[in-house]
Each structure stands twice: as structure tokens, then as C-alpha cells.
């Protein structure tokens, strides 16, 4: 089961938090009413803040920008897929099942937050939600943001259905818990295993501006998929390419703390994305409360 965030100190003081600066140039606001400390070197992501209709978006604005996302982790693999991406110098987004969002991967979830990737909620089960109650969609969703935002202190603002089903009120329940819907619209059927180099085809076969490219980095082996990807992104640059997370892609924000002590495996140096939001802590009174 998903550890309870042990960092209460730090959820309260994001909760006492004001919005000083928006942008990728932003940052160097100081604390309101606070005399001190000096600028902060590293930034925490503590959340990101969807916008818009209460739609499923299978993909975003006709730029000549993709985003990549993996479903069904974390799993043992994981690991290998935040590296490749890392070496490769571009984002993804994972969409995780809660149920799975264990202690074990406290540090591959940390890792994947300071590479920049997003973190997305992929119900807690993974059971098609369209023969759900609207109570237990919430539950699904709800238990999974929970097992997110306790090992890793973010809360995710994007949501896949499993198996692509949903109908309205599924994207209402999301809305609800302030995630939006996200299918896709590149989808190379790895989960059937055809090989690396059909899975390679495909998605360079489907890519358009503005897609979001379906994959799976858990859920069986997923090895094809993890050899096919740095030959799909070198491919992709070459034909001008630029890699976002879900949440950049449809112009959503991030939300990013100052963090200022004790966060040598948390924390992230600017330049933040653009879009990003950076929010002061108010040192004053700390109210002990779970973030909203
Ligand atoms: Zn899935």
C-alpha cells in the first residue's frame, strides 16, 4: 500500500503558498512578507493545474510538438525507461495504476518528476470504468491520486481510461478531482508485442503535430517497446520534433515549490518549462493539514 507523504511540514506550507511568478524566466520573486532566505537554487513539482472543457483529448494543438506516454506501470521495467528518456533528453508522461504505486518506487516516481516526465492516473485497478458506479470511478481515481501524491508529494492533473472507455460522466468525475481526460491519438498496439522495429513503424507511420503517442511500460514484458523508443525519438527530431508531457502539450501548468532544504533528490533547477508556475512559501503560521 502507497506510504501516507511523510513530508506534513512541507504540504502545509504549500497550502499557506502564494503564486509569485509565471514562465519559464520566472522564479526570482521573493517570499511575501518574508525578509529572507535568499533565491532558492532547486524547485519541487507539486502539482499541475488542468484547464478547459470537460472533453477527452486524444491529442493537442497542431504544433510541430509530440508527447509520449506510457501506460500500466510502475513496473520492474520503469526504471529503464526513465534512463532511456533521460539519455535521450526528452519528457513522457506515465499513467500509473495506483494499486502498483508502491514504496518501491518512491525513487524511479522522484526521478521521473526531477526529468521532468509527468505522473498521470490510470485508475487504482484498471477495470473498464464505463461498468462502474459513478461512486467507484471516483474511488478509482481518487485511491490513485492518493498512492501518487503520497510517495512523491505531486499531484497528477491528467487521467487515462483504461482500454480507451469512457463515457461523460467519466470525464465529470475526473473534472471533479481536477483531471482531465487524455486518450491518444498514435496508438502502435505494443501491448500485443509485434516486434521493435513494427512498433518503431507505427508510431512514425501515425505521428502528426500534436499527437500523443500511446505505449505501455508495464502490463507484460515491455522490452520491445523500451528498444523501440530511441530509435522513434531520434526519428522524430530529425523531422523537427519537440517532446512535451501531456500536461505542457495542452497548455495545462506546473506547479513547482522552492525547495530549500533537504532536497538533493527532489528538487529540479531552472530553467522550469514554460507554463510553469512557482509558488512562495509563507513561513508564518503552518496550519498541519493534508494538501487539497
Ligand atoms: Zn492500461
Redesign the pocket.
Known sequence: MPARNPRVLRSAWALAAAVVAIGAGAGTGLALGSPKPPAPVFYRPVRCVRRGRAVAYSDGPHRKVVALSF??GPAPITPSFVRMLAAQHVPATFFMIGDQVGAQYRSTLRRELRSGDALGD?TYT?PDLELLSGGEVYGQLHKTIEAIRGLTGYTPCVFRP?YGDYDQSVIDTAKSLGLATILWDVDPSDYTLPGTSVIEQRVLDQVQPGSIILSHDG?GPRGETLAAYPYIIQALKRRGYRFETVPQLLGFHTVYLPCVKDCKDEGVKKPLPPGSIIEAANPAPVRQSRRG
Open positions: 501506460d500500466d490510470h484498471h483504461p502490463g
